[in-house]
Each structure stands twice: as C-alpha cells, then as structure tokens.
C-alpha cells in the first residue's frame, strides 16, 4: 500500500484537477516546495519512456534577484474541504493465486480515512510583473553553475496547495484467524499468526500547519546574457539557459571520451551534446513508440553496463544497494556522476586499480539506471531493496513485462489477468514485495486478486519499473 502521505496527495490532486498541479511524495520535503522556491530538473536524459522529478534546490527566487523595497504577498485564492474513507474486508481461505496450498482461514480488514482542510496559495500578477523586471545577480551562486553545466532547467514554485490546520492520516489494518494467515494487500501490513489468534496494526501521521501537499511551478529562462528572466510555462523545447552561454561553459571542461561516444550514437535515435549528455529525440512516452522501442533502449544500456569489469559492477550493485533507501543520497550520488564525470570518480572506486577506473570514465550508462530509479517513489526503492537481497528480480521483470507487452499502445482500460504461473515462481513474501510494486505504479492488484484493469497512467511507472528491475539485474549478475 502506498505511503499515508503520499496516497493521500495523489488523491487530492485528483480531486483538484489540473494537469499541472503535483502531488508532494515525501512529508520531510514538503516544506522545500514553498511558494518562489526554485526546483532543477535534468532536461537531457537518457531515456524517451520516463521523465525525472523535481528536484528542489534550497533557494528562493529572490535569493538570486537584485534587492527591491517591495516584497511579494502570498495570496490566498481558495479554500478547500476533502474527504477520503477507504474500508476493505476479505476472507482469506485458499490463495487461489499463486497455485500455493495454504492451511489458514479467517479475515483480513483494512481501513483509511481522512479530512483535510486546504488552501490554495500564490503571488499576485502586479507582483510577478515586478520579479520578472528585477535584474539576476551578478555573482552566480553553486547551484546555478552546476545546473548550467549539466543543462537542467530551472523551475520556480508558482502555486502551493497547503494545510490550513494541522492533520492527523491515520489507518489500521487486522487479521484474525487460524493457521497461517497474511494480509494480501502490502507488506509493510503484512502480519501472520500461527493457530488462532487476532493483530492490529494502526499507522498516523501528523502534519503541522501550512504543510504543502502540491504545487504547480512554471520555468525560468535567463536572457541577455543570464541577467533577466522570463517565466513561461512548461515546454519542454525551452532552455533555461542561453545555449550560447551554456555552450562556452562545456567547451571549457575536458572531454577525454567523447569521440567514442560520437561513434556510439552515430546509429541511434539520440542526439549527444558537448559535455557528452545524449538527448533523446523523442518525448518522453511518445505514442509512436511500442514496447520493443523499450525493450530495445534497455537492452542497449544493459549490454554496456555487461562490459564493465566484474568488480566494478559488483561495487555499483552494492552502492546502489546501500542508498536506495535514501532519496537523497542516490540524488546526490547521480549528481555527482553525471556533472563532471570525469573529475569525480566516486569513493567506492578510491581503491579501485586506475585501468578499472578509466572503464568506468568511458561508460556513463550506469546514469540510465540512476535516473530511472529516481522516478520511482520512496516505498518502491525499499521493496527493490528488499528484491535485489532475495533475488527475484528476474521473476519480477517478467510479471511486469506481462502487463507491459500487450497493453503498452491501449488507449484506455483494457482488463487482464496476471499469469499463475508467473506468480507461483514467487513464495510468499515476494508476492507481498511484488503486488507492492505494482501498487506503487497505481495498478489495483494483489495476491489474492489477480485481474486488473489497465489504466494509461501507470504506463510510465510500469515502464521505469521494467527498465529498473532489468538493468540492476544486470548489475546482480555479477
């Protein structure tokens, strides 16, 4: 099951409405997508199926403006009252599923439930008016250095949808009965008793005043030579950097592996850029493309992630490994590799031999996997976790491919039943970690449960899953 925090938000986002309005996925960072905050997001990625995430800077706009005796007023636009109750009972007697005997009986019951009183914040558009007429600084600071250097693009925070007062989420869930029983629909609820009894579990989470559970944001593009700004709204041909401007910064860096990397591409549907950056023609989930296309792009990255010596990809498996629990240590480390990959190595290869050091300069193809795991949401990087540690990656990928191949191109719901036999390749707990995955990509599955409906919005979700469950096996196989 999702998150409270975060199963909360996409519900209320759908209630809203508003295509660019989007949900908050963790409470601790919450409060970094204030009104006027600045968020990067890489623009040059390596993948056509699959965008990356915001990514907030800690840094307002007026941080980074020219000092002006006015100050801009929140306005508050709307106020909102929403309600959400969820009650879930089930009998559990044979897992008619998976193919698996089982010798337990009773019931599993869940429930969720919470009310929420929102308001809608913003900037009024006399005071937008007079932040675009206020000059950039001249200092430049770290963080746009670096963006300009990678090519990402700069967001500011437009609008906040924030709690008027504090707000307590709260669900439970119990089983009661004989034998061993567990609850189907995740497993962070999962709870097993043998011969008879009843288990409660009951989760909360408070959330104090003003907490932001959504924003919108609109994106900065600097002119006349970086020092004024004009904000626009999302399109993803802009840059927020003059390409002039981004461009006599990346003919400066040394390029030791780019002529390889020319010849690499020369036969493929991807552009490179001069800091070795390859760009997808293509938008993300492009509607002309089918799932071979995916299966081909992985396949690509898995073969050059295949011809990295054994120890390095042994030492990537378990870095990866140790920070998947860890938003922003795996941001970070992606940052770090995909800046200036040739001046930061990383500390897992310091005691690396220098030859198995320049294998892994000439190879970037280890960024496609970071920046796939980065769309994926905090509970997922713990059920991969708890996948690469039990080793049902591949059985994973193949139930994942099932939904995938035959529904890719539909245009709207279309039912399926996920295959036995795939399930009963996976005991137990892996069916718990698995139907976890699934539901975190916005599938109403389970164990108990194995026809779905396909919905269009879980076909970039599934797809970054697909790709990061291939391409870490890849790295296991080591």
Not at 126 to 148: A, G, M, N, S, Y
């Amino acid at each position: 099951m999702t998150s409270l925090f975060e199963h909360t938000n996409k519900n209320l986002v759908k209630e809203l409405g508003g295509k660019d309005l989007k949900p908050i996925q963790n409470p601790q960072s919450a409060n970094k997508f204030c009104l006027l905050s600045l968020l990067r997001q890489k623009r040059r990625i390596l993948s056509q199926f699959w965008k990356q995430p915001d990514v907030p800077v800690d840094c307002i706009l007026t941080d980074i403006l020219e000092p002006s005796s006015s100050v801009p007023e929140p306005v508050v636009t709307g106020k909102f009252l929403f309600s959400d109750k969820m009650v879930q009972t089930e009998a559990a007697e044979v897992d008619v599923t998976a193919g698996l005997e089982v010798s337990a009986s009773g019931k599993a019951s869940q429930s969720y439930e919470c009310s929420l009183e929102v308001q809608s914040v913003t900037i009024s558009p006399r005071d937008w008016e007079d932040l675009q007429e206020r000059k950039v600084l001249d200092q430049e600071p770290p963080f746009r250095k670096e963006c300009r250097t990678r090519g990402d693009n700069l967001y500011v925070v437009t609008e906040v949808v924030q709690l008027i007062n504090t707000t307590v989420l709260q669900d439970s869930s119990s089983v009661k009965g004989t034998g061993k029983l567990s609850i189907p629909w995740s497993f962070y609820v999962k709870s097993t008793g043998d011969r008879s009894g009843l288990k409660v579990r009951q989760r909360t989470l408070t959330l104090p005043q003003g907490t932001v559970m959504a924003y919108k944001r609109k994106q900065l593009v600097f002119q006349e030579n970086g020092r004024a700004i004009l904000l626009i709204s999302h399109d993803d041909k802009r840059k927020t950097f003059p390409e002039d401007e981004f461009l006599c910064c990346a003919v400066s860096l040394p390029r030791p592996q780019f002529q390889g990397k020319l010849q690499e591409l020369q036969m493929s549907p991807e552009a490179i850029d001069l800091c070795g950056h390859r760009e997808s023609q293509f938008s993300p989930l492009n509607t002309r493309t089918d799932f071979k296309s995916l299966q081909n792009e992985v396949s690509r990255e898995m073969e050059a992630v295949a011809e990295l010596p054994r120890d390095i990809r042994d030492a990537l498996f378990h870095t990866i490994l140790a920070k998947l629990k860890d938003q922003g240590a795996l941001q970070d480390f992606t940052d770090m590799l995909d800046g200036n990959i040739w001046i930061h190595t990383g500390s897992f290869l310091s005691e690396m031999q220098e030859n198995s050091r320049n294998v892994w300069l000439e190879s970037r193809h280890i960024i496609y996997l970071l920046e796939a795991l980065l769309v994926l949401s905090d509970i997922q990087h713990e059920l991969l976790a708890w996948s690469m540690e039990k080793r049902i990656l591949p059985q994973q990928q193949e139930l994942v491919k099932s939904i995938l191949e035959p529904n890719f191109l539909h245009p709207c719901n279309n039912p399926f039943t996920l295959d036995p036999k795939l399930l009963a390749s996976l005991e137990e707990e892996g069916l718990a970690i698995t139907f976890g995955l699934l539901q975190e990509c916005g599938l109403s599955v389970a164990p108990d449960n194995p026809k779905g409906t396909w919905d269009l919005e879980a076909k970039e979700p599934l797809s970054t899953l697909y790709g990061s469950l291939l391409m870490l096996q890849q790295l296991a196989e080591s």
